[in-house]
């Protein structure tokens, strides 16, 4: 007997924070789902930067249906206060929601999904469009159909070029042996790689300021080690934020840190640099700039990410042409507009294609904007599960928890086991004072300031 369109599951791409969100509201909603990931168990990519301390602590990392799914299995919350690594966000949280029992029969790992398309039907046919199955097809050829398509795949396995604009740098392909993506783990697994080397790192964002704090640290471990900073803007000030001055301490003393170092010379910052070129030559690498040419032993390009639509290109999708958002969305985390971002709570109007039943989610949803955080995720997850449901009344009810002050600590200290939030990090403004509960804009001030375009295109959470 054929399985008839309502009875389909909704497919979910992607078991990572807010793929698993959205299948724990989908189990709490007894709708029917598939979550497929790519990697062999939950949250591959935020395995990835395990060793990156998250600057919210784990009260805004979990969200409410994945809570209260959790408690019923038995599981302690971790202290709320705490800030934890990527790794204790994975072992501690993601790994015990994906086995709980509700959740684990219907992940499938291992299944990368390779194309969504409308069973019969390419994405110019209008007819009968939203009774027709969508059909999700994986990388081992098998084809799998669904009601309801929600991609929370991510951005990771995308980061943006070296190139200042927009496009690869000139020998930026055949120089990628000698090229690191966002985050290595300088301290840890990857040591040796950038140990008595010399590393530049270009970009401005968050993952730039992790690793070149990581690097300063192994510069006074291991003799020979050097750091270059490029940016291409022509001062690092929005880099370093207030500091003392900052209203946000934890941002300021990050700005400090990174301030201190390149004040002593264990940071060696070149400013005005536009990334070219780049040359492997001898067993190193030059990279050219406009304003000179630094020759190192590896780059780090921390760059920021890019969403990858070419695997949805079948639907029918409303993209905004700078963001790739939802161009409902796009004007609400706009970084030309939200440098220190208020973003106010969306869901599933402002995250809807013309496509019926296909939601992008999670940070994927924001294309190339930086500023995305779990807990806005979560609450997209919940919206959009709910317009899934047909109750929109719920999908609707849009809000984000967060409070005044502690979201987004920004100060990744490495050398502790226990660090907590220390609160007060993000301010309220008064367009948030102005609009009414419940609608709220939530204060999401981040830990850097964005720079827009180009190679220095970051400032948010997860550039
Ligand atoms: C270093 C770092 C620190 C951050 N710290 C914070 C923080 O403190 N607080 C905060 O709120 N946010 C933080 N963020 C931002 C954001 O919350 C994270 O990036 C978060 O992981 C996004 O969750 P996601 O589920 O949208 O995407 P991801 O975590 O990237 O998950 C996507 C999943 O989809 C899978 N996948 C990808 N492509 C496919 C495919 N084609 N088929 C099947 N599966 C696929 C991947 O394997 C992955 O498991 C941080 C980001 C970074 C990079």
Same mark, same amino acid.
């Given at each position: 007997?054929? =399985?008839?369109?309502?009875?389909?599951?909704?497919?979910?791409?992607?078991?990572?924070?807010?793929?698993?969100?959205?299948?724990?509201?989908?189990?709490?909603?007894?709708?029917?789902?598939?979550?497929?990931?790519?990697?062999?168990?939950?949250?591959?990519?935020?395995?990835?930067?395990?060793?990156?301390?998250?600057?919210?602590?784990? #009260?805004?990392?979990?969200?409410?249906?994945?809570?209260?799914?959790?408690?019923?299995?038995?599981?302690?919350?971790?202290?709320?206060?705490?800030?934890?690594?990527?790794?204790?966000?994975?072992?501690?949280?993601?790994?015990?929601?994906?086995?709980?029992?509700?959740?684990?029969?219907?992940?499938?790992?291992?299944? #990368?999904?390779?194309?969504?398309?409308?069973?019969?039907?390419?994405?110019?046919? =209008?007819?009968?469009?939203?009774?027709?199955?969508?059909?999700?097809?994986?990388?081992?050829?098998?084809?799998?159909? &669904?009601?309801?398509?929600?991609?929370?795949?991510?951005?990771?396995?995308?980061?943006?070029?070296?190139?200042?604009?927009?496009?690869?740098?000139?020998?930026?392909?055949?120089?990628?042996?000698?090229?690191?993506?966002?985050?290595?783990? /300088?301290?840890? %697994?990857?040591?040796?790689?950038?140990?008595?080397?010399?590393?530049?790192?270009?970009?401005?964002?968050?993952?730039?300021?992790?690793?070149?704090? &990581?690097? %300063?640290?192994?510069?006074?471990?291991?003799?020979?080690?050097? /750091?270059?900073?490029?940016?291409?803007?022509?001062?690092?000030?929005?880099?370093?934020?207030?500091?003392?001055?900052?209203?946000? *301490?934890?941002?300021?003393?990050?700005?400090? #840190?990174? #301030?201190?170092?390149?004040?002593?010379?264990?940071?060696?910052?070149?400013?005005?640099?536009?990334?070219?070129?780049?040359?492997?030559?001898?067993?190193?690498?030059?990279?050219?700039?406009?304003?000179?040419?630094?020759?190192?032993?590896?780059?780090?390009?921390?760059?920021?990410?890019? *969403?990858?639509?070419?695997?949805?290109?079948?639907?029918?999708?409303?993209?905004? *042409?700078?963001?790739?958002?939802?161009?409902?969305?796009?004007?609400?985390?706009?970084?030309?507009?939200?440098? +220190?971002?208020?973003?106010?709570?969306?869901?599933?109007?402002?995250?809807?294609? *013309?496509?019926?039943?296909?939601?992008?989610?999670?940070?994927?949803?924001?294309?190339?904007?930086? =500023?995305?955080?779990?807990?806005?995720?979560?609450?997209?997850?919940?919206?959009?599960?709910?317009?899934?449901?047909?109750?929109?009344?719920?999908?609707?009810?849009?809000?984000?928890?967060?409070?005044?002050?502690?979201?987004?600590?920004?100060?990744?200290?490495?050398?502790?086991?226990?660090?907590?939030?220390?609160?007060?990090? +993000?301010?309220?403004?008064?367009?948030?004072?102005?609009?009414?509960?419940?609608?709220?804009?939530?204060?999401?001030?981040?830990?850097?300031?964005?720079?827009?375009?180009?190679?220095?295109?970051?400032?948010?959470?997860?550039?």
């Amino acid at each position: 007997m054929s =399985t008839s369109f309502d009875e389909l599951p909704v497919a979910v791409i992607g078991g990572g924070p807010v793929g698993l969100a959205a299948a724990a509201h989908l189990a709490e909603r007894e709708i029917p789902f598939v979550v497929l990931e790519a990697g062999d168990g939950p949250a591959a990519m935020v395995r990835q930067w395990g060793h990156v301390r998250l600057f919210s602590p784990w #009260r805004y990392n979990v969200d409410a249906a994945a809570r209260r799914l959790l408690a019923e299995a038995g599981w302690v919350e971790p202290d709320p206060d705490v800030l934890p690594m990527g790794a204790q966000l994975a072992d501690d949280y993601l790994r015990p929601l994906a086995d709980v029992p509700t959740l684990k029969p219907h992940i499938r790992y291992d299944s #990368r999904v390779v194309a969504v398309t409308r069973l019969g039907m390419d994405r110019v046919r =209008t007819a009968d469009r939203a009774s027709t199955p969508l059909l999700v097809r994986l990388a081992d050829g098998d084809d799998l159909l &669904a009601r309801a398509v929600i991609d929370a795949s991510g951005t990771w396995a995308t980061p943006n070029v070296l190139g200042a604009s927009g496009i690869p740098a000139h020998g930026e392909t055949q120089a990628a042996a000698y090229v690191e993506h966002a985050l290595p783990d /300088v301290l840890g %697994a990857d040591r040796d790689r950038f140990a008595g080397k010399r590393t530049v790192v270009v970009g401005a964002g968050h993952s730039a300021a992790n690793t070149l704090l &990581a690097l %300063a640290e192994l510069a006074g471990q291991a003799p020979g080690t050097s /750091v270059v900073w490029a940016i291409r803007s022509t001062s690092a000030a929005r880099t370093y934020g207030g500091e003392a001055a900052d209203a946000l *301490p934890a941002r300021g003393a990050l700005g400090s #840190r990174l #301030r201190s170092h390149v004040d002593d010379g264990t940071i060696e910052l070149v400013t005005g640099f536009a990334v070219q070129s780049v040359e492997a030559t001898a067993g190193r690498v030059r990279v050219s700039g406009g304003v000179g040419t630094i020759t190192a032993d590896r780059i780090v390009s921390a760059t920021g990410f890019r *969403p990858d639509h070419t695997f949805v290109s079948e639907l029918r999708l409303d993209l905004d *042409p700078i963001l790739g958002s939802t161009r409902a969305l796009a004007p609400l985390i706009d970084p030309n507009e939200h440098s +220190c971002g208020t973003v106010p709570p969306h869901g599933a109007d402002e995250l809807a294609h *013309p496509e019926p039943g296909f939601y992008a989610i999670g940070v994927k949803s924001y294309g190339r904007a930086p =500023t995305f955080l779990l807990a806005t995720g979560y609450e997209q997850a919940r919206s959009v599960v709910a317009a899934l449901a047909g109750d929109w009344a719920a999908a609707r009810d849009v809000q984000l928890d967060l409070p005044e002050t502690g979201v987004c600590n920004s100060d990744p200290v490495l050398d502790s086991d226990t660090i907590t939030s220390s609160g007060g990090c +993000c301010g309220t403004t008064a367009a948030a004072e102005a609009e009414p509960a419940g609608r709220r804009r939530a204060p999401l001030t981040l830990i850097s300031v964005t720079e827009t375009g180009g190679s220095d295109q970051a400032g948010g959470c997860c550039d």
